[in-house]
């Protein structure tokens, strides 16, 4: 069974949404880390864990193993300090100047990353809409500070990673 909700800390969140504001020409990412209560299957993430881009280019993010496992060392460490049980529970990443839709890539991405727990989760930041990869537009100019605004979008995969 899929995850039922997601609750995210207002900290996480904000780390998120800092890192997806850091640049407006690439995609970034990192990992979640939290609870996922397995009667209910709601996942409660509490840390994010921004990860170095290793695909060069600039609108593919793909969490690579060896950053999966280092996530789930410090997911581990961070249990033992904690005493709670924590885990990477999902991956987030940003899609500057685009839709908050998934791709067909974080799709397969997301399914491949299912295999390893149903309940694994993506979200997703759209931002920097409005503006141009050079600037801001002449019509942007005119409206009013703050008009700007991010999308965020909380995904699972239906897809099978061997299809």
Avoid at 42 to 63: A, F, G, Y
């Amino acid at each position: 069974m899929s995850a039922s909700s997601v609750v995210l800390t207002a900290d996480a969140f904000y780390a998120c949404v800092m890192h997806a504001l850091s640049t407006e020409v690439d995609e970034v990412m990192g990992l979640l880390v939290g609870e996922i209560n397995e009667a209910t299957k709601v996942v409660s993430i509490s840390v994010i864990l921004p990860l170095r881009r290793m695909d060069k280019r600039k609108d593919r993010v793909e969490p690579q193993p060896e950053q999966l496992y280092a996530a789930a060392e410090k997911a581990d460490s961070l249990s033992t300090a904690t005493g709670k049980r924590l885990r990477v529970v999902g991956w987030y990443h940003s899609h500057p100047h685009i839709t908050w839709m998934p791709s067909h890539v974080d799709v397969r991405t997301q399914g491949i990353m299912q295999l390893m727990d149903e309940c694994f989760i993506g979200l997703i930041f759209s931002c920097f809409h409005g503006k141009t990869s050079k600037g801001t537009s002449e019509e942007d100019r005119s409206q009013l500070p703050g008009s700007e605004h991010i999308q965020m979008n909380c995904f699972q995969s239906n897809v099978s990673a061997g299809k």
